[in-house]
């Protein structure tokens, strides 16, 4: 009996030691060790979801929003969808960045961005417009057609934050489109090339990376109670970290706008900033049997 129980002794602390180990390495609400789904064919970034396969497997209750990412041997796809109008609202009233670290952790200080659409409460020549006509913005929802600029925040030592404009090629051959499908969703499409996540490495496969959907508060309008000033503009912080990237290499970049800082802009404010993180594995395509 003795050495029975010495035994499983022996067996269950290394296996409390292993899941101490793996529940310590994120924090935040994620989906933990899904693998990656291989994409066989090359998904067209159009805003149209018509090439992807339904239901999107990722789902946050909260958001109303559901996501995938999938990826071949080149890059990585991300899609964001949410038929709820308020969500829609949101996301184009305050912007979303997606971040990617190559390292699988739930964190955006050492990892690349992709941000869109942009906030449009750190444009400060709409925020001056807002301000000075406050009764015309102040039940104004959020169009499509606003959201006209995407940055890129990491991507490169030399330019860490790249601005472009939303039919604007750039030269890290980041791709990403957004439009509402026949149903009504607002689809997000991004693709990011596999070479930019993972800059010192030629093979990605079975690695992990965890995407990051961070959807900005919306602030409360010019003029109203608790919706006070707070410019905007991007805010780093702690400065830029230029760390190792791990062991792919690369730019990290910390980084935050003023609306995420404030919390969704005070007591006026109707939606608060989310942060959903999923943990994927780089995936293959399956070998054939001989």
Same mark, same amino acid.
């Given at each position: 009996?003795?050495?029975?129980?010495?035994?499983?002794?022996?067996?269950?602390?290394?296996?409390?030691?292993?899941?101490?180990?793996?529940?310590?390495?994120?924090?935040?609400?994620?989906?933990?060790?899904?693998?990656?789904? !291989?994409?066989?064919?090359?998904?067209?970034?159009?805003?149209?979801?018509? *090439? !992807?396969?339904?239901?999107?497997?990722?789902?946050?209750?909260?958001?109303?929003?559901?996501?995938?990412?999938?990826? *071949?041997? *080149?890059?990585?796809?991300?899609?964001?969808?949410?038929?709820?109008?308020?969500?829609?609202?949101?996301?184009?009233?305050?912007?979303?960045?997606? !971040?990617?670290?190559?390292?699988?952790?739930?964190?955006? &200080?050492?990892?690349?961005?992709?941000?869109?659409?942009?906030?449009?409460?750190?444009?400060?020549?709409?925020?001056?417009?807002?301000?000075?006509?406050?009764?015309?913005? @102040?039940?104004?929802?959020? @169009?499509?057609?606003?959201?006209?600029?995407?940055?890129?925040?990491?991507?490169?030592? &030399?330019?860490?934050?790249?601005?472009?404009?939303?039919?604007?090629?750039?030269?890290?051959?980041?791709?990403?489109?957004?439009?509402?499908?026949?149903?009504?969703?607002?689809?997000?499409?991004?693709?990011?090339?596999?070479?930019?996540?993972?800059?010192?490495?030629?093979?990605?496969?079975?690695?992990?990376?965890?995407?990051?959907?961070?959807?900005?508060?919306?602030?409360?309008?010019?003029?109203?109670?608790?919706?006070?000033?707070?410019?905007?503009?991007?805010?780093?912080?702690?400065?830029?970290?230029?760390?190792?990237?791990?062991?792919?290499?690369?730019?990290?970049?910390?980084?935050?706008?003023?609306?995420?800082?404030?919390?969704?802009?005070?007591?006026?404010?109707?939606?608060?900033?989310?942060?959903? !993180?999923?943990?994927?594995?780089? *995936?293959?395509?399956?070998?054939?049997?001989?």
């Amino acid at each position: 009996m003795k050495n029975y129980l010495f035994q499983l002794t022996a067996f269950l602390i290394p296996l409390a030691l292993m899941t101490a180990c793996r529940s310590s390495r994120s924090s935040g609400s994620a989906q933990e060790g899904q693998p990656g789904s !291989w994409q066989k064919q090359p998904l067209t970034i159009d805003g149209n979801d018509s *090439d !992807w396969v339904k239901p999107l497997p990722g789902l946050d209750a909260s958001e109303k929003l559901t996501y995938a990412m999938t990826n *071949d041997a *080149d890059n990585l796809y991300i899609m964001i969808s949410t038929k709820d109008p308020a969500e829609q609202n949101k996301i184009l009233s305050g912007g979303m960045t997606v !971040w990617v670290n190559n390292q699988g952790e739930k964190n955006s &200080d050492q990892a690349i961005g992709l941000g869109f659409p942009l906030d449009p409460h750190s444009n400060r020549e709409k925020q001056l417009m807002a301000e000075a006509r406050p009764q015309v913005y @102040k039940d104004r929802s959020a @169009k499509l057609d606003d959201a006209d600029e995407y940055e890129l925040y990491g991507f490169s030592l &030399d330019e860490p934050i790249q601005h472009y404009r939303y039919d604007e090629d750039n030269k890290e051959g980041v791709l990403v489109r957004m439009n509402y499908n026949s149903t009504g969703d607002l689809v997000y499409e991004a693709k990011i090339p596999l070479k930019a996540v993972y800059p010192k490495l030629s093979h990605y496969t079975g690695r992990d990376l965890a995407v990051g959907i961070f959807i900005e508060g919306i602030p409360a309008p010019p003029g109203s109670r608790g919706g006070g000033g707070g410019g905007g503009g991007v805010s780093i912080g702690g400065g830029l970290g230029f760390g190792s990237f791990g062991s792919g290499g690369g730019v990290g970049l910390s980084i935050g706008t003023g609306s995420l800082a404030r919390i969704g802009g005070g007591k006026g404010s109707p939606y608060k900033p989310k942060k959903i !993180w999923h943990v994927m594995t780089v *995936d293959k395509p399956a070998t054939k049997p001989f």
